[in-house]
């Protein structure tokens, strides 16, 4: 197992940024139009990594599957983006939302990394009020906070439940900029297929218009990947159905190392599976957990009464509930990070007290009644009625929670025909969110030199979970703040390259490999769809490499995977032809990749003989079921090499952590 | 909330690119859950047809939960469906009855020419952005601190409220004329609204209208059509402040 | 960059739509209270105020350049109209298979176009009836007549006896017998067969509307119109139209202008109603009046 060089520069946590900056090399203005630079994926990390390059003076291509750089998923993230800005006064700091990551990452992520991640969050907020994302503010003018899972100060900013839109909209506003003014190519509806490497080095991509379906070279001295996470694994998450693992993927095929896959963020607050049709989860913003609380019946009568209809559940006496979260982790209640706060939610529903009533029994309430009077008595009294009558106070009460989450509850009441206001929400845990992803140094770049991968798509910040509210700051982070300095400094020796010619061997090669599964799956003369093999895949992934792993569903898992993987071959029927609009081509390639990622999530989570974060194997958990994480065996990352079609012999190469500057410790949220 | 099931009837433009002809096309569809979503009963339709090897129809998708804006269609003769303020995707076929026909066709706008079925080409909305939607700031992260202006939360919300936008194109899909002007209006009133904004609000506003003529949308009547349909429920009050902007713009400009 | 911005583009066109239309909607309120007139007093009272008002109408330099700024207005209005439906047409070159429009705007606000046109034939035909033969027309054209009987001694056998004098309206309020002048240039009236000006007279406006709409009580000067009834029925559906079109135009001029404010835009919305009403319901109940008072 060859150690790998995380290139963590030298000197104390808080400086060593600042010195890396200083150190690295620049490329003179005047050199910058002779460079050219591949953004692929164009939401927080891309958007923001496109428009950055291109202010300063590179030639930037910028690709997007979507039919706009705006549409991005980074735009589904709602609930808000943490900033150590301390504003509100109660004890934030770099060091606190640094210390804070690494405990909610579960001592999985990489010290340096995170720690620059915090002391930049400051820079984006200043950034995006520059450039006009409209944040919630107060009355005095300044801007609103909230708090977020896993911390104890208010640190989150956010525009309604619709923070990632508006930061997306702000980065896709100024790469909107650099477009106008000639500085990005964007190519949207184009799908990057192929990574190219030349003497070792990324030199291009190989990327079909997904209108015309013409297979286009595009040469580059460097490219950034940046095309977000692969929670589609599972078939059903709250992912984009767009969403996919094929550009990062490709760059593992061409060498790039794949960290930690088997990190997976199951979110708590979700709207429960409801047929067998559903194609997505959605939702709904753990912002929510501030004011709702999570719990089920005391007892299972109750919940299999609720279960069968004859019981609702405002019937139900506060004596009669298990407010679990608070019952369990007093000192974080209903906001304990997401991992703890699923696994909860799983744990009481596998005991038989979930309250939907869909074929596995699984949801749990989360309640805004006590918040609903709270607030309402506030309102009241802020009025001056300091006697309000209950139904003063509900009116008031449900005022203030309209006015702060009124979108959400919209859009549950939309899916669900409930109406929140009036009785709980019913939620449960779903995909959310991938930690793991393309191995990456401190600079960003993979093991494939001129390929760096940014935002979600690579591993780098949120070890085996990741904070609410943080995933909006790492891809603005990386995409505006480190990426421009450190892919400079990479393009800094390739100024007398000149212009990379695509008429070359390894173009025509991958092109032509690109060319081959195409074709391949247009002949196949299969009977079966692809949603067909996608849903089996998710069901696998979802019993077996899901919330709780073991080792015999593990391996279960990887066998199953690879019979998948032959029928899916074998048996995928793909319509249409490849010089048209073909989306369910498209899907094939995607599904292709994803079922070899979900085979090498579960050799990951096997490998792994520990629980951390995310990462929950039932063997290792102690007497009240939390996670035993084995730092002796696993404080490392592990980066798996691509193993042609089977994932068990994939090379595993361990980055191990170093803990220089922070203390590590059980996690312990009570 | 019971779950029904219902047999319904589509009729579906088709088309092959965007020089074929198209044509309004049938189809039945039955057992469709009343608690899928409008794209739920599609994805069945496509699995339908791809079963029985015919070419699945194509349609925008993405996040399918109502906030990307990249599904469109346009439902028994209302952008979005007969839903007020939701998207396509967050419709649920419970607004429908059993035995009903269904109408689906894609934006109709000549700045949205059809790619394929469903799918239309909405870059002109782009356009529109790069032309001037935006603030002229570079992105050093150190321009000054966030909270060195303080804003009004009312203007705060306002432009919030302009900046909900989705950019799916209701607007123009459901304006008589094709009108493109709420998707600007909002944009205007967004940047309009904030103090950061107002530098280059003149220049916005002109560049934009500019690009918005180019594309070939359509004028605005007020109909407040686009108001109705749209999803996020974007107010005609932005519409008048771009007309107010344009007015001072253009009438100071050099 | 201002010019083109100020003529050309999509949103100067619809200023310059609120404007004339606005201003076309101040024209209709002097045009009303003018007509209002031919109702309010009867008999010469009424009359002579009637065609005052018109002479004054005709004759203040002030009132020259509105009128002349109404029929640009009406000019641009319809041009710009047309130009707009033009290019609104082009922008969906295929309509929907299925619409339903009604669900989301008002069906004024998705006429405007024909109401306008509907509108535009009503002024052609009015101004054909109306303007042309008091302005343009060279037709004599009957003046301000009033008829008295007098008491009157007979000049040959010195009996008191009643005799019919004619006497014109003339402008500095004094009538003046007919029998004593000829009259020159349309309403110069000069004295029998001497070169003089002595006044002049009125148009008989007013008389002119009262034969139109089927009123029979001139005896001279305008035929009876045999088909008054089918000119009060085109008059009062015209208006009708004009109701319509105000009821989507008169608010939608102040979002084109930019007036829109959540606390005032109702009110301007009400306004816009109440006059799209009330003025086209003021303007048709006048013909219908004449003609049932026959």
């Known amino acids: 197992m060859s150690k790998l060089d995380s290139k963590i520069p030298e000197g104390p946590l808080a400086d060593k940024w600042t010195n890396h900056k200083n150190n690295m090399k620049l490329v003179a203005p005047n050199n910058r139009s002779k460079i050219d630079v591949i953004v692929v994926g164009t939401g927080l990390a891309g958007g923001a990594a496109a428009a950055s390059l291109g202010?300063?003076?590179?030639?930037?291509?910028?690709?997007?599957?979507?039919?706009?750089?705006?549409?991005?998923?980074?735009?589904?993230?709602?609930?808000g983006i943490n900033a150590a800005k301390n504003y509100q006064n109660d004890g934030d700091s770099t060091y606190r939302l640094f210390y804070d990551t690494i405990k909610g990452g579960d001592y999985r992520s990489r010290e340096a990394n995170v720690y620059r991640l915090a002391e930049v969050s400051v820079n984006i907020i200043d950034q995006c009020v520059a450039q006009g994302v409209p944040f919630a503010r107060e009355y005095g003018g300044l801007l609103d906070n909230r708090s977020f899972g896993g911390t104890q100060v208010q640190r989150t900013f956010y525009a309604a439940g619709q923070t990632g839109q508006q930061l997306l909209l702000g980065a896709y506003s100024a790469l909107s900029r650099q477009i106008g003014l000639g500085r990005v190519k964007m190519y949207h509806r184009h799908e990057m297929l192929d990574l190219v490497v030349v003497d070792g080095k990324a030199r291009g991509i190989i990327a079909r218009n997904l209108i015309t379906g013409a297979i286009e070279r595009h040469s580059a001295h460097a490219v950034i990947i940046a095309s977000g996470g692969y929670g589609n694994v599972y078939f059903l998450s709250t992912n984009a159905m767009g969403s996919n693992v094929s550009a990062a993927w490709k760059v593992h095929k061409r060498g790039a190392l794949f960290a930690n896959p088997s990190f997976v963020q199951i979110h708590p607050t979700c709207i429960p599976v409801h047929g067998t049709n559903q194609s997505k989860l959605t939702l709904m913003s753990e912002s929510?957990?501030?004011?709702?609380?999570?719990?089920?019946?005391?007892?299972?009568?109750?919940?299999?009464?609720?279960?069968?209809?004859?019981?609702?559940?405002?019937?139900?006496?506060?004596?009669?509930?298990?407010?679990?979260?608070?019952?369990?982790?007093?000192?974080?209640?209903?906001l304990v990070p997401r991992d703890v706060a699923s696994r909860a939610a799983k744990e009481r529903c596998d005991g038989g007290y979930g309250i939907e009533a869909n074929d596995t029994q699984e949801g749990v309430y989360l309640d805004f009644e006590t918040e609903i009077r709270t607030k309402g008595r506030q309102a009241a009294f802020a009025q001056g009625d300091h006697n309000p009558s209950e139904s003063k106070i509900k009116e008031l009460g449900k005022k203030w929670i309209e006015e702060k989450y009124g979108n959400l509850f919209k859009m549950y009441e939309k899916i669900t025909d409930e109406n929140p206001y009036e009785t709980p929400m019913k939620i449960y845990p779903a995909v959310h969110y991938t930690m793991g992803g393309v191995?990456?140094?401190?600079?960003?770049?993979?093991?494939?030199?001129?390929?760096?991968?940014?935002?979600?798509?690579?591993?780098?910040?949120?070890?085996?979970?990741?904070?609410?509210?943080?995933?909006?700051?790492?891809?603005?982070?990386?995409?505006?703040?480190v990426l421009p300095y450190t892919v400079s400094d990479y393009l800094a020796n390739e100024i007398r390259t000149g212009k990379i010619s695509t008429e070359s061997p390894e173009f025509d090669e991958a092109e032509n490999r690109v060319k081959e599964t195409i074709d391949r799956f247009l002949n196949n003369k299969g009977k079966k769809s692809v949603d067909y093999f996608h849903k089996r895949l998710g069901l696998i992934m979802w019993n077996k490499v899901g919330m709780g792993r073991s080792k015999a569903g593990l391996n279960d898992a990887i066998k199953e995977i690879g019979v998948l993987r032959e029928e899916f071959y074998k048996d995928v029927f793909v319509p249409g032809d490849a010089h048209e609009l073909n989306p369910e081509l498209d899907k094939a390639m995607r599904v292709a990749d994803l079922i070899e990622l979900g085979q090498l999530m579960a050799v990951d989570a096997l490998n792994r003989n520990e629980s951390c974060g995310g990462h929950f194997r039932e063997e290792y958990q102690d007497s009240e079921g939390e996670t035993l994480r084995d730092d002796k065996n696993y404080k490392y990352a592990a980066a798996w090499a691509y193993a042609e079609g089977d994932a068990t012999k994939a090379k595993l190469h361990k980055e191990e952590l170093d803990y220089e500057f922070i203390k590590i410790a059980a996690r312990n949220y009570k | 909330m019971a779950t029904t099931f219902i047999n319904i009837t589509l009729k579906i433009w088709r088309q092959k690119n965007v020089n074929a002809k198209g044509s309004m096309e049938s189809y039945t569809l039955d057992n469709v859950s009343t608690d899928s979503s409008f794209l739920e009963m599609l994805d069945q339709l496509n699995e339908q047809l791809i079963n029985q090897q015919k070419e699945p129809v194509a349609f925008d998708h993405d996040c399918r939960e109502g906030i990307c804006g990249m599904c469109s269609l346009y439902i028994n003769g209302r952008a979005h469906g007969p839903d007020t303020g939701t998207t396509t995707c967050q419709l649920h076929m419970r607004k429908f009855n059993d035995g009903d026909t269904i109408y689906i066709e894609p934006w109709r706008s000549r700045a949205f020419p059809i790619v394929k079925d469903l799918v239309v080409d909405r870059s002109a909305f782009d356009r529109i952005q790069q032309a001037g939607g935006f603030i002229s700031v570079n992105t050093s992260g150190r321009t000054m601190d966030a909270n060195a202006i303080p804003i009004p939360k009312s203007d705060a919300d306002k432009a919030f409220e302009a900046a909900a936008c989705i950019g799916c194109g209701a607007c123009v899909a459901s304006c008589k004329n094709g009108s493109a002007m709420l998707f600007v209006g909002a944009k205007v009133s967004q940047y309009a609204l904030l103090p950061q904004g107002k530098v280059e609000a003149k220049e916005r506003v002109i560049n934009m209208v500019r690009q918005m003529d180019?594309?070939?949308?359509?004028?605005?009547?007020?109909?407040?059509?686009?108001?109705?349909?749209?999803?996020k429920g974007i107010s005609l009050e932005n519409i008048a402040r771009m007309n107010r902007e344009y007015l001072c713009a253009a009438a100071k400009a050099d | 960059m201002s010019k083109s911005a100020l003529l050309k583009s999509s949103i100067a066109k619809k200023y310059w739509m609120s404007l004339t239309?606005?201003?076309?909607?101040?024209?209709?309120?002097?045009?009303?209270?003018?007509?209002?007139?031919?109702?309010?007093?009867?008999?010469?009272?009424?009359?002579?105020?009637?065609?005052?008002?018109?002479?004054?109408?005709?004759?203040n330099p002030a009132i020259k350049i509105l009128s002349y700024l109404t029929y640009i207005s009406i000019i641009f209005h319809a041009i710009d109209g047309i130009m707009l439906a033009i290019q609104n047409k082009r922008a969906r070159p295929i309509p929907y298979a299925y619409n339903n429009p009604s669900a989301n705007s008002s069906l004024?606000?998705?006429?405007?176009?024909?109401?306008?046109?509907?509108?535009?034939?009503f002024i052609a035909t009015h101004m054909a009836n109306f303007w042309w033969k008091a302005k343009i027309s060279s037709d004599k054209f009957p003046l301000h007549m009033k008829e008295l009987t007098v008491e009157d001694s007979n000049p040959m056998t010195g009996q008191p006896q009643k005799v019919n004098v004619k006497l014109y309206l003339t402008t500095s309020g004094d009538y003046v017998p007919v029998d004593q002048l000829e009259v020159k240039n349309?309403?110069?009236?000069?004295?029998?067969?001497?070169?003089?000006?002595?006044?002049?007279?009125?148009?008989?406006?007013?008389?002119?509307?009262?034969?139109?709409?089927?009123?029979?009580?001139?005896?001279?000067?305008?035929?009876?119109?045999?088909?008054?009834?089918?000119?009060?029925?085109?008059?009062v559906i015209s208006m009708f139209v004009m109701g319509f079109h105000l009821w989507h135009g008169f608010s939608s001029a102040f979002q084109s202008l930019g007036l829109n404010h959540p606390s005032y835009t109702p009110l301007i919305k009400k306004a816009g109603y109440g006059f799209a009403v009330l003025v086209p319901l003021l303007f048709a109940i006048i013909p219908i009046l004449i003609f049932l008072t026959k």
């Open chain 1, 288 to 334: 929510l957990r501030n004011s709702g609380r999570i719990w089920v019946p005391k007892k299972k009568e109750d919940a299999k009464a609720i279960r069968e209809g004859k019981l609702k559940p405002t019937e139900l006496s506060e004596d009669e509930r298990d407010y679990f979260l608070e019952r369990r982790y007093p000192a974080f209640g209903n």
């Open chain 1, 439 to 481: 191995w990456v140094d401190y600079n960003l770049q993979s093991t494939i030199e001129g390929c760096f991968v940014a935002g979600e798509a690579n591993f780098s910040d949120h070890g085996a979970n990741r904070l609410g509210a943080s995933a909006l700051m790492q891809g603005l982070a990386d995409g505006y703040f």
């Open chain 1, 55 to 79: 202010e300063m003076g590179y030639n930037v291509k910028a690709f997007c599957f979507q039919d706009s750089p705006r549409r991005a998923h980074s735009i589904a993230a709602q609930g």
């Open chain 3, 186 to 235: 349309n309403t110069d009236l000069y004295a029998k067969g001497v070169d003089l000006k002595m006044a002049e007279g009125y148009k008989d406006l007013h008389s002119l509307v009262f034969a139109f709409f089927g009123h029979n009580k001139s005896k001279e000067g305008f035929p009876v119109n045999d088909m008054a009834l089918g000119a009060v029925l085109f008059y």
């Open chain 2, 214 to 231: 180019q594309e070939g949308f359509g004028n605005c009547t007020n109909t407040g059509a686009c108001e109705v349909e749209c999803p």
């Open chain 3, 108 to 121: 004024a606000s998705r006429n405007m176009a024909i109401l306008g046109t509907l509108i535009l034939v």
């Open chain 3, 21 to 59: 239309g606005l201003f076309l909607c101040l024209f209709l309120v002097g045009h009303l209270a003018g007509n209002l007139q031919l109702i309010f007093t009867t008999g010469e009272e009424g009359k002579r105020a009637f065609n005052e008002y018109a002479y004054f109408m005709a004759h």
